[in-house]
């Protein structure tokens, strides 16, 4: 099993900038991939980006490409999304989420953590 736990969402205004932390406890924390994914009112959940064991390797969608920056701490457990330039389109629920493999498609990832809203005000 593996414990997830977001933090760090909040209200912004357009232009402005949020950091969120997934603090992971449970099973070898650094074998993992890290994903996080994001989920709108009446959308489907959407990839927004993914990192490898040991950070070397990023993956993420083409909306947050030059704003988005995913990285992660394995002494301290912890994965990062740094969101810069942030558009109310980026309004939504973010989670992060563990896999075996890197990967945008959300099937693929075993543990989720509860989610953290994250609402940008234009």
């Known amino acids: 099993q593996v414990q997830l736990v977001e933090s760090g969402g909040g209200l912004v205004q357009a232009g402005g900038s949020l950091r969120l932390s997934c603090a992971a406890s449970?099973?070898?924390?650094?074998?993992?991939?890290m994903g996080w994914f994001r989920q709108a009112p009446g959308k489907e959940r959407e990839f927004v980006a993914a990192?490898?064991?040991?950070?070397?390797?990023?993956k993420y969608a083409d909306s947050v490409k030059g704003r988005f920056t995913i990285s992660r701490d394995n002494a301290r457990n912890t994965v990062y999304l740094n969101m810069n330039d942030l558009k109310p389109e980026d309004t939504a629920v973010y989670y992060c989420?563990?896999?075996?493999?890197?990967?945008?498609?959300?099937?693929?990832?075993?543990?989720w953590g509860q989610g953290t809203q994250v609402t940008v005000s234009s």
């Open positions: 990192i490898s064991w040991i950070g070397e390797v990023t």
């Open positions: 449970g099973r070898t924390f650094s074998r993992y991939f």
């Open positions: 989420a563990v896999s075996i493999i890197l990967s945008s498609d959300y099937g693929r990832y075993d543990y």
